[in-house]
C-alpha cells in the first residue's frame, strides 16, 4: 500500500505564493500517475493538476493555468505544487491523489480516477 501525506499549506496574502508537497511512503515501486485536487467548503472536489510517472505530461485546471506548476522528484518519492499569484477563490483543502500507471506516460483528471488519497493540507488565501 502507498500512503500519501501533503504539507505546506497555510495562511497567504492574495498576489503570493505556497509550494506544497505530497510524500509517498509504502510500496512505491510501482509507477504512479499522481495529482492534486482541491475542495472549498460546500463545494465538490476539483481537479487542479495532473503529472505523469515519468514527468513528461503535464495538465493543469484552465483557472490555475500559467500560476500553478506541478512536479516530482521520483528520487524522493515526491509530488510538489508551486503556486503563484494566489487569489483568495483558491483558498481550499488540497489533496494529493495518486494511482497505477498503466500506459506511459498518461495522467488522469478525474477523482474516480484515483484509489490513493492523503490527508489534505489547508492553503487560505486573504484579500
Known amino acids: 500500500q502507498v500512503q500519501l501525506v501533503e504539507s505546506g499549506g497555510g495562511l497567504v496574502q492574495a498576489g503570493g505564493s505556497l509550494r506544497l508537497a505530497c510524500a509517498a511512503s509504502?510500496?512505491?515501486?510501482?509507477?504512479?500517475?499522481m495529482a492534486w485536487f482541491r475542495q472549498a467548503p460546500e463545494k465538490e472536489r476539483e481537479f487542479v493538476a495532473a503529472?505523469?510517472?515519468?514527468?513528461?505530461?503535464?495538465y493543469y485546471a484552465d483557472s490555475v493555468k500559467g500560476r500553478f506548476t506541478i512536479s516530482r522528484d521520483n528520487a524522493k518519492n515526491t509530488v510538489f505544487l508551486q503556486m503563484n499569484s494566489l487569489k483568495p477563490e483558491d483558498t481550499a483543502g488540497y489533496y494529493c491523489a495518486g494511482r497505477q500507471e498503466y500506459y506511459k506516460d498518461t495522467f488522469y483528471v478525474k477523482v474516480r480516477d484515483y484509489d490513493k488519497w492523503g490527508q489534505g493540507t489547508q492553503v487560505t488565501v486573504s484579500s
Open positions: 509504502g510500496r512505491t515501486e510501482t509507477n504512479y500517475a
Open positions: 503529472i505523469s510517472w515519468s514527468g513528461a505530461n503535464t
